[in-house]
Each structure stands twice: as C-alpha cells, then as structure tokens.
C-alpha cells in the first residue's frame, strides 16, 4: 500500500492545472536528490539565502532574487519591502506603526484572491478603474505620499479592464513608485523570468516554484531590483519578525534553486510541441465520440499561458449533459482522474501537469465516462 493510500486517499492523475488544491506538480528526481542532500547539513541560513538569491538572479537575467514560501508570501515579503525597505527601525515598529507609505494601488480588473497578502502586510489596496476599463489619469490621482506600491497582476486573461503594464511602469515611475508583478502562475514562457523586470522595468516580479518549475510546492521567489531584494530579507526569516512566519527551509531553497536550473536547460521548443502532440491526439479521438459533443483546441490556458489545452464543448442543450457532473465522476473513479469544468458546459484536458504517458489513462477515463452516459 502507498503513503496516500494507507491514509484513505488515491493518487489523482492531474490533467487539469497546476492546483495546488490538488498538490500543485510533481518534483523531478534530480530536485529531490538536491533537496535530500540539503538536509544533511546545518548552514548559515542568512548567507544561504543571499547565495541562493545571487544564483537565481544570474541564471534569470535580474540584478537580485529572494526565495520565499510561495507566491502569496513573495506578494506579502515585496509589500512590506515597499513600505520600509530593509530600514531595522521601521521593520521593528511593524505591526504596530504604519510605514508613511502604506497604501498599495490596484486595478479593480485585477482583485485576486491572493490579495488580502496586500492587507497582511498592513497596507491598504487603493482601487482604480472598474471591471471593464482604467484611465492613466485614474492611476495618476490614485498616487499620493502615501503609496508604496502599484500591484499588478500580469497574465492575457487579465489585460481587459487594466492599463497595460507599459503604461503602468512608465506613471509609477514618473512618481517614484516601484511596480511589483504578481508573476506567479505566468511560466511558460520562462522568457517571463526576466521579461517583466529586465525588459519592461517593473521593481519587482514574484513567481510561484511550485507550479510550472516543478519546484517545492511551499516556494517562491521575488526577482528584480536589488535595493528591495535587500528589503524583502531585512523582513524574512531567519530575522524574527513579523514575516518569520512565512519561513524558508534550507530544502526548499535549494530544491528551488535546482528546478529552475533545469526548467532553464528544457528544450522550452520541444515540450511545447509534446504539449499540441497530446492536444491533438485528444482532440482526434474524442472529438469523434458523438456528433453533439464538439473537441477543440483551445489557447491561451486559464492562467493566460501560451499552453494549448483540449476543450469538451458537452453541449448540455442538446445532450442533457453537466460539464461539473461529469467533472466529479472523472474524479471519483478508481483511477481519479482531474480536469477542469466551466459554465457547468466545458470540460478542459490540459497536457502540460501530466506525467509520461498520463495522457493515455485520461482518453481512457473520459471516453469510458462518456460512455456510461450513453455518448460514446
Ligand atoms: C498561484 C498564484 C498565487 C499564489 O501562489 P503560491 O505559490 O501558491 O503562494 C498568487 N497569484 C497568482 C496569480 C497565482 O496564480
């Protein structure tokens, strides 16, 4: 019996996205081998952030790079690093005693549930602009001596109803204002580790290490301007202070260090078309189960990647069909098997959290599912 197995649970195929509801993605051997040998050893822990950071860095075209306990905590760690920089006097007096600039400027169109990682930091989230448009003035009137920060959420599902991030960089900065990037879910392309700091100018970008690189599932790093790198370790552990609680083990920065060394050295050209590989075989063969139920190609992904998933159109009017009925019988065969659901009509297969060969198993599991309906 497995480790999971032996507590009731079944291991889920994962054709669905990098949840970390469902354990975020799977480690390579060799993350887990550098991991493993991390333990074996005490280290200083100050000097092991900034190495790891320094190599992070290089190996991501960034002046500096810090490693955290995810993305949410990176969102927290580069607010509190805004409000104070890595000034010991203003770091101690937190929680109790607002930093002057504490108020963090958002776009409506970009309200995320990792936010309230703004309001954990003590700052305040000033709205601009409204679900379908901002105005550059609206930015402009919203920055005062107060702002510590613009917080944007990149991503190609997210560009309606925002300022693009050009035009963002350029107003903030004509105030002295840094820019942090919630980067978290944006890899592939891994161009996106220096193409929102090195290349457009944003202060700071936060990825999560836990979902396209393969890394712990409990990392993260913050890459840009090395001023408020220094911040965001003045905040972090091992210092006791209030961002202590979002520590970083010897483990996970090396893992984290790893994964991104071989996410660099991937043949990036070659998984993307492994990727349409999958897609198509998807969309061939279930695309032929019934005339009412049409298999598409769909681009970009739910977190606005450039990563092609299949879409199951099951057309509920004409079938009787329910996308989220579907969606948990897939889930609670003896194999689960996990896919997206959405407007209770689509189903979304997705190639690029599957492990060799899981593709197979997920044809299988849908065209037997659709089957016992009567679809197939
Ligand atoms: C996943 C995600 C986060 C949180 O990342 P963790 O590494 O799980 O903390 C934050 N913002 C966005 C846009 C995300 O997709």
């Given at each position: 019996?497995?480790?999971y197995e032996?507590?009731?649970?079944k291991p889920?195929?994962?054709?669905?996205?990098?949840?970390?509801a469902?354990?975020?993605?799977?480690?390579l051997p060799q993350?887990?081998?550098a991991?493993?040998?991390?333990?074996?050893?005490?280290?200083?822990?100050?000097v092991?952030?900034?190495?790891?950071?320094e190599?992070?860095a290089?190996?991501?075209?960034n002046?500096d790079?810090?490693?955290?306990?995810g993305?949410?905590?990176?969102?927290?760690?580069?607010?509190?690093?805004c409000?104070?920089?890595?000034?010991?006097?203003?770091?101690?007096r937190l929680?109790?005693?607002?930093?002057?600039r504490?108020q963090?400027?958002v776009?409506r169109?970009?309200?995320i549930?990792?936010?309230p990682?703004?309001?954990?930091?003590?700052?305040?989230?000033?709205e601009?602009?409204?679900?379908?448009q901002?105005?550059?003035?609206?930015?402009e009137?919203?920055?005062?001596?107060a702002?510590?920060a613009?917080?944007?959420?990149?991503?190609?599902h997210?560009?309606?109803?925002?300022?693009?991030l050009e035009?963002?960089i350029?107003?903030?900065?004509?105030?002295?204002?840094?820019v942090?990037?919630?980067?978290?879910?944006q890899?592939?392309?891994?161009s996106n580790?220096?193409?929102?700091t090195?290349?457009?100018?944003?202060?700071?970008?936060?990825?999560?290490?836990g979902?396209?690189?393969?890394?712990?599932?409990?990392?993260?790093?913050v890459?840009?301007?090395?001023?408020l790198?220094?911040?965001?370790?003045?905040?972090?552990?091992p210092?006791?202070r209030?961002?202590?609680?979002?520590?970083?083990?010897k483990?996970?920065?090396?893992?984290?260090?790893?994964a991104?060394?071989?996410y660099?050295e991937?043949?990036e050209?070659?998984?993307?078309?492994?990727f349409?590989?999958?897609?198509?075989?998807?969309?061939?063969r279930?695309?032929?189960?019934?005339l009412?139920?049409?298999?598409t190609?769909?681009?970009p992904?739910?977190?606005?990647?450039?990563?092609?998933?299949?879409?199951?159109d099951?057309n509920?009017?004409?079938t009787?069909?329910?996308?989220?009925?579907?969606?948990?019988?897939?889930?609670?065969?003896?194999?689960?098997?996990?896919?997206?659901?959405?407007?209770d009509?689509?189903?979304?297969?997705?190639?690029?959290?599957?492990?060799p060969?899981?593709?197979?198993?997920?044809?299988?599991?849908?065209v037997?599912?659709?089957?016992?309906?009567?679809?197939?």
């Amino acid at each position: 019996m497995g480790i999971y197995e032996d507590l009731g649970l079944k291991p889920i195929i994962n054709a669905d996205s990098r949840m970390t509801a469902i354990g975020g993605s799977i480690m390579l051997p060799q993350v887990m081998a550098a991991m493993e040998e991390a333990s074996r050893h005490h280290v200083d822990m100050f000097v092991l952030q900034q190495r790891v950071g320094e190599r992070i860095a290089a190996l991501t075209n960034n002046a500096d790079a810090f490693v955290c306990t995810g993305a949410a905590a990176g969102i927290f760690i580069s607010i509190l690093s805004c409000m104070t920089g890595d000034d010991p006097a203003a770091i101690s007096r937190l929680p109790t005693a607002r930093p002057a600039r504490h108020q963090v400027v958002v776009h409506r169109a970009h309200r995320i549930p990792y936010d309230p990682a703004i309001q954990l930091a003590g700052a305040d989230i000033v709205e601009i602009g409204n679900a379908l448009q901002t105005f550059e003035w609206e930015l402009e009137a919203a920055i005062t001596d107060a702002t510590a920060a613009i917080f944007f959420v990149a991503g190609e599902h997210l560009r309606r109803g925002a300022l693009p991030l050009e035009t963002t960089i350029a107003v903030a900065h004509r105030y002295g204002v840094p820019v942090v990037v919630d980067a978290a879910a944006q890899l592939p392309p891994r161009s996106n580790l220096w193409h929102f700091t090195r290349d457009l100018g944003a202060d700071l970008a936060v990825f999560s290490g836990g979902k396209d690189l393969r890394g712990p599932q409990s990392s993260g790093f913050v890459v840009g301007r090395a001023d408020l790198i220094a911040g965001c370790r003045a905040h972090a552990s091992p210092h006791q202070r209030l961002a202590r609680m979002a520590k970083v083990g010897k483990e996970e920065m090396i893992g984290l260090l790893r994964a991104i060394e071989l996410y660099l050295e991937e043949d990036e050209a070659g998984r993307m078309d492994r990727f349409e590989a999958i897609v198509t075989g998807w969309v061939k063969r279930l695309g032929t189960l019934h005339l009412a139920i049409a298999v598409t190609r769909d681009l970009p992904n739910e977190a606005g990647q450039p990563v092609p998933r299949a879409r199951i159109d099951l057309n509920p009017t004409a079938t009787g069909l329910s996308a989220n009925a579907v969606q948990r019988m897939l889930l609670q065969q003896e194999q689960p098997v996990a896919v997206a659901a959405e407007f209770d009509r689509y189903l979304y297969l997705t190639p690029d959290t599957l492990e060799p060969n899981d593709e197979c198993i997920v044809t299988g599991a849908v065209v037997r599912c659709l089957e016992s309906l009567g679809y197939a």
